[in-house]
């Protein structure tokens, strides 16, 4: 998937830039596995820390606190901190629950969310940010992968101009 999308920013002349907790770097390990990367890959923060989340990424310390770092604000704030400081026109972010601990009823192991952000096109219309959660069935690296995957998916059907809706889970039972 990292090749794909790849090949959608350096045809489009974007920049991308990540912001990652639970996969602690992975989807950046994914997009420079390819050659040329840097081409359209300006960096990312890996944001494990709350203090991080909020001194690199401009996180709101009253969203942690209130919502927690696994929630949708949170990503989407990760999401246009991460493209607003590197410059970059997309900003892409992840924070989970990867397991096997940390899980709490509404908020279990294997949760995640991603968000994207994107700058509006040159031709005009507004910036695009969207999350989406999901729950992850599997160990530690498989809902880390999982996560990974996932978020090169969304942002690869975004600039294949799909725009997918945002997907929010229901409460766990």
């Known amino acids: 998937m990292g090749g794909l999308v790849g090949?959608?920013?350096?045809?489009?002349?974007?920049?991308?830039?990540?912001?990652?907790?639970?996969t602690g770097g992975l989807?950046?390990?994914?997009?420079?596995?390819?050659?040329?990367?840097?081409?359209?890959?300006?960096?990312?923060?890996?944001?494990?820390?709350?203090?991080?989340k909020i001194s690199q990424l401009g996180v709101s310390p009253t969203t942690l606190d209130e919502l927690g770092a696994?929630?949708?604000?949170?990503?989407?704030?990760?999401?246009?901190?991460?493209r607003e400081r590197f410059g970059a026109n997309l900003g892409l972010a992840v924070s989970g629950i990867a397991g096997p601990g940390g899980g709490t009823?509404?908020?279990?192991?294997?949760?995640t969310w991603i968000g994207l952000?994107?700058?509006a096109s040159s031709a005009g219309g507004s910036d695009y940010l969207a999350a989406w959660s999901y729950l992850w069935p599997g160990?530690?690296?498989q809902?880390?992968?999982?996560?990974?995957?996932?978020?090169?998916?969304?942002?690869?059907?975004?600039?294949?101009?799909?725009t997918p809706s945002e997907r929010v889970l229901p409460p766990p039972p």
Do not use: H
């Open 105 to 111: 009823p509404e908020k279990p192991v294997g949760l």
């Open 117 to 119: 952000s994107a700058a």
């Open 139 to 141: 160990s530690r690296l």
């Open 7 to 22: 090949n959608l920013l350096r045809q489009n002349g974007l920049w991308l830039a990540t912001a990652e907790s639970c």
């Open 143 to 162: 809902v880390k992968s999982q996560t990974a995957e996932q978020a090169l998916r969304l942002l690869y059907e975004y600039l294949s101009g799909l």
């Open 27 to 52: 989807i950046a390990s994914r997009i420079t596995d390819i050659p040329g990367s840097s081409d359209y890959f300006l960096g990312g923060v890996v944001a494990y820390a709350n203090r991080i």
């Open 70 to 82: 696994v929630s949708r604000e949170t990503v989407l704030q990760m999401a246009l901190g991460a």
